[in-house]
């Protein structure tokens, strides 16, 4: 029966591989995870002992192995993420965010039209208003023939009171675009696998933006972002021992 190692107890890579095992029981030793990985079982020691980094082609394949995928998004993280990186866009703590694009119809001062009587349909003028309600029936004569005529006990003097001797149902408005947060990602690139690969189907109008965390933030997600930062680069540095 395999022993539990002791010194390398509380390394995230052999931490990965013993939780592995409740899988994979030839992962309950070094010998057998260095069959399944093709690494030397001396090496695989060493990086579990900590006296050794490994390379990042190692740690992905540890990641896949042990289906551990916070040893991958770690190294990414460092790799991708470091202060300075083209991807922060601008800012030193960057969140990526997906967001899809949506709009509403803000009643007031505008040039749009929201018509309850065509299942609130919005139009970008009254006269494309009018026309399509009269392809449903109504008939309604052009605005600038009764402005300043009194029609069915209304004195029409804007496109409000017209409605109103017509009987129409209608906001003047403007449509509003905005933006609302769909998901979250530390690394961009997974922002865009997101929007390009396996939820492109749901992000026709999405975008990816990007936020820091906020002007000079001393509370906890700048200090985990950090923390998570020195794990990855642990992760990602490579190579020889320490």
């Not at 289906?67 to 990186?85: D, H, I, M, V």
């Not at 609302?180 to 997101?194: G, M, S, T």
């Amino acid at each position: 029966m395999p022993k539990n190692p002791t010194v390398a107890a509380n390394n995230v890579f052999c931490i990965a591989r013993k939780e592995a095992a409740s899988f994979n029981d030839s992962l309950n030793s070094r010998e057998g995870a260095s069959e399944l990985l093709g690494i030397d079982r001396t090496r695989i020691a060493r990086i579990e002992l900590g006296s050794l980094n490994p390379y990042p082609e190692e740690v992905l394949m540890m990641s896949d192995a042990y289906n551990a995928q916070e040893l991958k998004y770690l190294a990414q993280f460092a790799e991708k993420q470091y202060e300075g990186a083209a991807a922060n866009l601008g800012t030193r703590t960057p969140i990526h965010v997906v967001e899809r694009k949506e709009n509403y119809f803000s009643q007031g001062d505008g040039s749009e039209w929201l018509c309850e009587d065509t299942e609130y349909e919005v139009y970008k003028t009254f006269d494309e208003m009018l026309e399509d309600l009269r392809k449903s029936g109504k008939e309604l004569p052009p605005y600038d023939e009764v402005e300043y005529e009194d029609v069915n006990d209304v004195w029409i003097s804007d496109e409000a009171a017209y409605c109103e001797a017509y009987e129409i149902h209608a906001q003047r408005g403007t449509i509003i675009d905005t933006y609302r947060p769909v998901a979250f990602f530390l690394i961009r690139d997974e922002a865009l696998r997101y929007r390009d690969g396996y939820q492109a189907h749901n992000c026709e109008d999405c975008r990816i933006y990007t936020y820091g965390l906020g002007y000079s933030n001393d509370g906890d997600l700048p200090v985990f972002r950090e923390l998570l930062m020195k794990m990855g680069r642990q992760l990602a540095q490579g190579g020889e021992g320490k």
